[in-house]
T-cell receptor, first 113, second 117 residues
């Protein structure tokens, strides 16, 4: 069965600095990997996904993520953080042979002015 | 701007009452997912439909929960009888299966916040 870990409950960065939100995964086969963002009292919003091809995936709002097969990681990055990026971020993984998607516990990102 | 809609947005009920939550997937999407989010458990998949047929409901307590898709524009999640431990935010998500890669990017609704007293 697939699983995903987000090792940090909380990430704090200053506005304008680069940010990284970490994610590692475990699947028996080849993974589909996703990042979602959740703002207060809202549903999850899709940011980006990795299916195959280029290991660097670009998504919404200037976010990108790098698939690293050897480290089984899919860290979310942004070169310059905005205060409005403050939210809860979820990594998710799905094994190609499976129907359901597993979400991480979430990482709360706080960007301070 | 197509969105998944969910009703009601908030529901407060007493233990033992029946609760029905509704979801309208994005037009053209053929997969629907129900999730439950709590502080303790995070986001849990309850059920999953493709082309209105249930494919996986292993995450759902069978004795009190039921999920259906009466038609392509409506998915329902019902709890009968409800219990205080069912208090959570329930999300519906819809997607369209990518024929080439066999996966669905899921688009989430705003959720139904359920409180069972």
């Amino acid at each position: 069965a697939q699983s995903v870990a987000q090792p940090e409950d909380q990430v704090n960065v200053a506005e304008g600095n680069p940010l990284t939100v970490k994610c590692t995964y475990s699947v028996s086969g080849n993974p589909y990997l996703f990042w979602y963002v959740q703002y207060p009292n809202r549903g999850l919003q899709f940011l980006l996904k990795y299916i195959t091809g280029d290991n660097l995936v670009k998504g919404s709002y200037g976010f990108e993520a790098e698939f690293n097969k050897s480290q089984t990681s899919f860290h979310l990055k942004k070169p310059s953080a905005l205060v409005s990026d403050s939210a809860l971020y979820f990594c998710a993984v799905r094994d190609r042979g499976n129907n359901d998607m597993r979400f991480g516990a979430g990482t709360r990102l706080t960007v301070k002015p | 701007d197509a969105r998944v809609t969910q009703t009601p947005r908030h529901k407060v009920t007493e233990m033992g009452q029946e609760v029905t939550m509704r979801c309208q997937p994005i037009l053209g999407h053929n997969t629907v997912f129900w999730y439950r989010q709590t502080m303790m458990q995070g986001l849990e998949l309850l059920a999953y439909f493709r082309n209105r047929a249930p494919l996986d409901d292993s995450g759902m307590p069978k004795d009190r929960f039921s999920a259906e898709m009466p038609d392509a524009t409506l998915a329902t999640l019902k709890i009968q009888p409800s219990e205080p431990r069912d208090s959570a935010v329930y999300f519906c998500a819809s997607g369209r299966r990518d024929r080439d890669w066999g996966t669905d990017t899921q688009y989430f609704g705003p959720g139904t916040r359920l409180t069972v007293l």
